[in-house]
């Protein structure tokens, strides 16, 4: 044939077909060789990439929950850092790490692992057992299926996986207690002195002194920036909505939205589901449906709920019997719902396919519709008419004066002259706002001392508050900070002197003293000529009621005592006080004082604690073992 | 080409010829790929689903110890390590064993359990793991010299934490205070800053103290 072809091809045509030919095959796909790829991924765990679209994701979903969790207190700025982006990053590479590694070591989530945790979320419970209707009524509302879902079940049970596995093996040996609990129970032998304040022996102080320490510590002695600002308010509350619904608007509402008022029909169903898997095989589907149709012919009313627990296998109703519930039309997927309303009360379907398999479905009983007439449901109506009435004003008017103070930034009084709206005014407040009035919104005060409103001069956006509330804010007055003049703060800074004379004299003084201590000088001579007397704490423990804090802290940081040699320290108490301490004798903690039940107590959160170190150990081991890739320009 | 020079009919006699002198190669070559395909795809679902067993197993395993079900337990632990005995999930239950044998104070048997662990764990991130276990129950076993060696003998990386804490504890029980010091202090360096276990190790540290350089 190719030599029929060549014999046939002569001349300029062939020569300009082949041209083309051999010049499309040469440079086809040569562009891949001058275009490099482009690397898109924030992290890389081996080969497995984190892109940045996960990472979004994730940061989302974080900030999500944060804002559900803390309401107002939520501060989006937070989730800017570098600090906590690299938090949630390290927190996805480690998830990455224990994925990889349950392939590596050949870990799975097993099934009945999925089924319990399904049947223990409180979501799809009714009475503290879960309940299978509310679990498809859940899922149909969130369009999942229950496979997507059990799947997303499984791989968020994947990744605790083996953190789980080692914490449960974790091993606390009962020296590990003991050891634990004779130094926590530790009893100390203790002496101490406590030093009175030394009195004061130089209190003249000169203007030249004063005049140094206001220098050395003028952050102390600063006035902090405020403003005072003018405002616009705008309130739904204070908006009084011009006409009442009529009669004839409501009865107009009633017909718009009668199946509100509608209890719908619903019917209490049973099925037994034969899965067939999503890429099945023309005989895999086959023997679903013959399997499904012998059921279906088994069936009835009284061997239903038995041939649902041998059969089906839907892990949520199998248990139940099949039992799914009343359900409401819309709620199951179409093609069961067909099905489900074509069916007579007590009637058992032939197989129906849906995505999930064939369902063979049993109509128990029937819950007809009512509707309530409108008399019962006129006083809501309005309720609601009049609500959204006071919203459609609200937005209205904070729409125009968000416009119009936009559009004379420099001022309120053309906003507040075409909207018949007051312009109020604020007392001066710092950063931190104020404790009543609109000031006390963090917001109010952030924009007051931003950029735009106080610098530039301008009118706020419109500000939040909540509750349909709103207000646009511009600046009135701006005191700047401030050092506050020497003559106001003289009183402070001469006392604040003194009392940095007698603090250095009673560190001295305790110095000294303890270095005769440590001579060899007895605590009752020393205390002695301080004027001061010995006192004892036998049998201290770590935590004791009846010590100065420090004093018993640091008692519990010196040395043992060692060939009968006591151990000394100075400490410095609150207010310049000083106290001596001397350790005598130090026994481990009564072992047989600590019951069982607190020893079981105290194994559980060792356990905890050491499983936490392993699993930290773990995914260090991980990382050491595998490619990591950061790349925060992307993050 | 030299094909060119043979008309139609020798063309197709030489191809058939030289399909007569490698057809069978051809062939079996075929069919080794096809077997090798269908091989390893049998192969990784026998995989599959011995991982999944070995899964249900310790899932099991997990339920009996939670209910108290000791001897259901050991039953379960034995399958693992019978049938399962090369699945991270037979290593994990031996260790579950371990911890068992440990509180009831039989440490011999824990010991057992854990060299089970060990010869068949393999050479993955939980073997330091199991190695620095084992050091622990020779420790419990007064055998602080023999759970020093096995802790020097951890060489892998990650755990810095949990080895350098346990060769301190030994290194106490064995009186070599300055040691343990170091050893304690290279463990609190490695540990998380809010580990829970870190207030416990920092107890261990100060209790430690020489005159001249307090608590840490």
């Given at each position: 044939m190719l030599q029929s072809l060549r014999d046939k091809m002569h001349g300029w045509p062939s020569i300009v077909v082949l041209g083309v030919a051999v010049f499309a095959m040469s440079f086809f796909g040569i562009e891949g060789y001058f275009t490099s790829r482009t690397e898109t991924f924030v992290a890389k765990v081996g080969k497995q990439e984190i892109s940045q679209q996960d990472f979004q994701n994730r940061m989302n979903e974080m900030r999500q929950q944060a804002s559900e969790q803390?309401?107002?207190?939520?501060?989006?700025s937070v989730y800017e850092q570098p600090a906590m982006k690299e938090r949630v990053l390290d927190a996805m590479v480690d998830q990455q790490l224990l994925l990889k590694a349950n392939d590596d070591l050949g870990m799975r989530v097993s099934d009945a692992a999925v089924r319990d945790t399904i049947a223990s979320i409180q979501a799809f419970q009714v009475n503290g057992r879960f309940d299978a209707a509310t679990y498809r009524a859940v899922l149909a509302g969130q369009r999942k299926t229950p496979a997507m879902f059990e799947d997303e079940i499984r791989s968020s049970l994947a990744i605790r996986l083996l953190p789980d596995a080692i914490s449960a093996s974790t091993i606390v040996t009962d020296e590990d207690v003991d050891h634990f609990l004779k130094l926590r129970l530790q009893r100390r032998d203790l002496r101490y002195v406590m030093l009175a304040r030394p009195a004061l022996t130089d209190s003249k102080i000169t203007d030249a002194q004063v005049q140094a320490y206001y220098k050395q510590h003028q952050a102390e002695f600063m006035a902090p920036e405020q403003v005072a600002v003018r405002y616009i308010e705008v309130s739904a509350a204070d908006l009084k909505a011009d006409n009442p619904p009529t009669d004839e608007d409501l009865r107009k509402r009633y017909e718009d939205e009668k199946q509100r008022f509608v209890q719908p029909e619903q019917r209490l169903v049973s099925h037994i589901l034969i899965d067939v898997p999503k890429n099945a095989t023309p005989a895999q589907q086959k023997a679903a449906l013959a399997k499904a149709q012998k059921i279906a012919k088994e069936a009835t009313p009284q061997n239903f709920a038995k041939l649902a627990s041998e059969d089906s296998t839907d892990l949520g109703s199998k248990r139940q019997g099949g039992d799914l519930g009343w359900l409401e039309q819309g709620v199951t997927n179409k093609a069961f719902d067909d099905a489900l309303f074509s069916l007579q009360k007590g009637q058992i379907s032939q197989p129906v396919l849906s995505d999930e398999g064939y369902h063979i479905i049993w109509l128990r009983d029937i819950r007809s519709g009512q509707a309530k007439p409108f008399e019962q449901v006129r006083g809501q109506l309005e309720e609601e008419a009049v609500a959204a009435e006071r919203d459609r004003k609200y937005n209205e008017v904070a729409g125009k004066l968000a416009d119009q103070t936009y559009q004379n930034p420099s001022s309120l009084e053309p906003a507040s002259q075409a909207l018949g709206l007051p312009v109020k005014s604020t007392g001066l407040f710092t950063r931190?706002?104020?404790?009543?009035?609109?000031?006390?919104d963090p917001k109010v005060a952030k924009a007051a001392f931003s950029d735009d409103v106080l610098v530039q001069g301008n009118n706020s956006g419109l500000i939040d508050l909540g509750n349909n509330h709103s207000v646009v804010i511009h600046v009135d007055k701006h005191v700047p900070a401030a050092e506050r003049p020497l003559a106001e703060v003289r009183d402070t800074i001469e006392k604040d002197i003194l009392d940095e004379r007698v603090a250095a004299a009673a560190s001295k003084r305790a110095n000294d003293l303890l270095a005769r201590l440590e001579k060899g000088e007895s605590m009752d001579a020393v205390a002695a000529s301080a004027g001061a007397a010995v006192q004892t704490a036998k049998d201290t423990l770590r935590v004791q009621d009846g010590l100065p804090e420090q004093l018993r802290d640091q008692a519990f940081l010196l040395p043992h005592p060692k060939d009968g040699k006591s151990q000394f320290a100075a400490v410095a108490l609150p207010e310049g006080v000083y106290a001596l301490v001397a350790v005598d004798k130090v026994q481990d903690g009564d072992?047989?004082?600590?019951t069982a039940e607190q020893r079981k107590m105290l194994r559980q959160s060792m356990l905890a604690a050491y499983g936490d170190v392993a699993t930290e150990g773990f995914i260090d081991a991980l990382k050491a073992k595998t490619e990591i890739k950061i790349a925060k320009e992307r993050m | 080409m030299a094909f060119d020079a043979y008309d139609d009919y020798e063309q197709g006699e030489r191809v058939q010829q030289w399909l007569r002198q490698n057809g069978l190669s051809i062939v079996i070559g075929i069919v080794i790929g096809l077997v090798a395909i269908f091989g390893w795809q049998q192969w990784r679902s026998h995989q599959a689903t011995r991982e999944m067993e070995a899964s249900n197993l310790y899932q099991q395993l997990q339920t009996a110890l939670a209910a108290g079900k000791t001897s259901d337990a050991e039953q379960l632990v034995d399958r693992l390590e019978k049938d399962?005995?090369?699945s991270t999930y037979a290593v994990l239950a031996a260790s579950d064993s371990a911890q068992r044998q440990v509180e009831d104070k039989q440490l011999d048997k824990a010991l057992a359990s854990l060299q089970w662990a060990r010869d068949h764990v393999g050479d993955n991130p939980l073997k330091p793991l199991i190695e620095l276990r084992t050091a622990k129950v020779q420790m419990a076993a007064d055998k602080a010299n023999d759970a020093l060696a096995t802790l020097d003998g951890v060489?892998?990386?990650?755990?810095e934490a949990l080895r350098q804490e346990l060769r301190g504890d030994a290194l106490v029980k064995l009186g070599r205070a300055d040691d343990a010091r170091k050893a304690y202090r290279a463990a609190l360096a490695a540990m998380?800053?809010?580990?829970?276990?870190r207030a416990a190790l920092q107890l261990k540290l100060d209790d430690l103290a020489v005159a001249g350089k307090q608590g840490a």
């Amino acid at each position: 044939m190719l030599q029929s072809l060549r014999d046939k091809m002569h001349g300029w045509p062939s020569i300009v077909v082949l041209g083309v030919a051999v010049f499309a095959m040469s440079f086809f796909g040569i562009e891949g060789y001058f275009t490099s790829r482009t690397e898109t991924f924030v992290a890389k765990v081996g080969k497995q990439e984190i892109s940045q679209q996960d990472f979004q994701n994730r940061m989302n979903e974080m900030r999500q929950q944060a804002s559900e969790q803390m309401g107002d207190q939520f501060d989006p700025s937070v989730y800017e850092q570098p600090a906590m982006k690299e938090r949630v990053l390290d927190a996805m590479v480690d998830q990455q790490l224990l994925l990889k590694a349950n392939d590596d070591l050949g870990m799975r989530v097993s099934d009945a692992a999925v089924r319990d945790t399904i049947a223990s979320i409180q979501a799809f419970q009714v009475n503290g057992r879960f309940d299978a209707a509310t679990y498809r009524a859940v899922l149909a509302g969130q369009r999942k299926t229950p496979a997507m879902f059990e799947d997303e079940i499984r791989s968020s049970l994947a990744i605790r996986l083996l953190p789980d596995a080692i914490s449960a093996s974790t091993i606390v040996t009962d020296e590990d207690v003991d050891h634990f609990l004779k130094l926590r129970l530790q009893r100390r032998d203790l002496r101490y002195v406590m030093l009175a304040r030394p009195a004061l022996t130089d209190s003249k102080i000169t203007d030249a002194q004063v005049q140094a320490y206001y220098k050395q510590h003028q952050a102390e002695f600063m006035a902090p920036e405020q403003v005072a600002v003018r405002y616009i308010e705008v309130s739904a509350a204070d908006l009084k909505a011009d006409n009442p619904p009529t009669d004839e608007d409501l009865r107009k509402r009633y017909e718009d939205e009668k199946q509100r008022f509608v209890q719908p029909e619903q019917r209490l169903v049973s099925h037994i589901l034969i899965d067939v898997p999503k890429n099945a095989t023309p005989a895999q589907q086959k023997a679903a449906l013959a399997k499904a149709q012998k059921i279906a012919k088994e069936a009835t009313p009284q061997n239903f709920a038995k041939l649902a627990s041998e059969d089906s296998t839907d892990l949520g109703s199998k248990r139940q019997g099949g039992d799914l519930g009343w359900l409401e039309q819309g709620v199951t997927n179409k093609a069961f719902d067909d099905a489900l309303f074509s069916l007579q009360k007590g009637q058992i379907s032939q197989p129906v396919l849906s995505d999930e398999g064939y369902h063979i479905i049993w109509l128990r009983d029937i819950r007809s519709g009512q509707a309530k007439p409108f008399e019962q449901v006129r006083g809501q109506l309005e309720e609601e008419a009049v609500a959204a009435e006071r919203d459609r004003k609200y937005n209205e008017v904070a729409g125009k004066l968000a416009d119009q103070t936009y559009q004379n930034p420099s001022s309120l009084e053309p906003a507040s002259q075409a909207l018949g709206l007051p312009v109020k005014s604020t007392g001066l407040f710092t950063r931190e706002g104020e404790k009543t009035g609109i000031a006390a919104d963090p917001k109010v005060a952030k924009a007051a001392f931003s950029d735009d409103v106080l610098v530039q001069g301008n009118n706020s956006g419109l500000i939040d508050l909540g509750n349909n509330h709103s207000v646009v804010i511009h600046v009135d007055k701006h005191v700047p900070a401030a050092e506050r003049p020497l003559a106001e703060v003289r009183d402070t800074i001469e006392k604040d002197i003194l009392d940095e004379r007698v603090a250095a004299a009673a560190s001295k003084r305790a110095n000294d003293l303890l270095a005769r201590l440590e001579k060899g000088e007895s605590m009752d001579a020393v205390a002695a000529s301080a004027g001061a007397a010995v006192q004892t704490a036998k049998d201290t423990l770590r935590v004791q009621d009846g010590l100065p804090e420090q004093l018993r802290d640091q008692a519990f940081l010196l040395p043992h005592p060692k060939d009968g040699k006591s151990q000394f320290a100075a400490v410095a108490l609150p207010e310049g006080v000083y106290a001596l301490v001397a350790v005598d004798k130090v026994q481990d903690g009564d072992l047989s004082k600590v019951t069982a039940e607190q020893r079981k107590m105290l194994r559980q959160s060792m356990l905890a604690a050491y499983g936490d170190v392993a699993t930290e150990g773990f995914i260090d081991a991980l990382k050491a073992k595998t490619e990591i890739k950061i790349a925060k320009e992307r993050m | 080409m030299a094909f060119d020079a043979y008309d139609d009919y020798e063309q197709g006699e030489r191809v058939q010829q030289w399909l007569r002198q490698n057809g069978l190669s051809i062939v079996i070559g075929i069919v080794i790929g096809l077997v090798a395909i269908f091989g390893w795809q049998q192969w990784r679902s026998h995989q599959a689903t011995r991982e999944m067993e070995a899964s249900n197993l310790y899932q099991q395993l997990q339920t009996a110890l939670a209910a108290g079900k000791t001897s259901d337990a050991e039953q379960l632990v034995d399958r693992l390590e019978k049938d399962y005995a090369k699945s991270t999930y037979a290593v994990l239950a031996a260790s579950d064993s371990a911890q068992r044998q440990v509180e009831d104070k039989q440490l011999d048997k824990a010991l057992a359990s854990l060299q089970w662990a060990r010869d068949h764990v393999g050479d993955n991130p939980l073997k330091p793991l199991i190695e620095l276990r084992t050091a622990k129950v020779q420790m419990a076993a007064d055998k602080a010299n023999d759970a020093l060696a096995t802790l020097d003998g951890v060489t892998a990386k990650g755990y810095e934490a949990l080895r350098q804490e346990l060769r301190g504890d030994a290194l106490v029980k064995l009186g070599r205070a300055d040691d343990a010091r170091k050893a304690y202090r290279a463990a609190l360096a490695a540990m998380g800053e809010d580990a829970p276990q870190r207030a416990a190790l920092q107890l261990k540290l100060d209790d430690l103290a020489v005159a001249g350089k307090q608590g840490a």
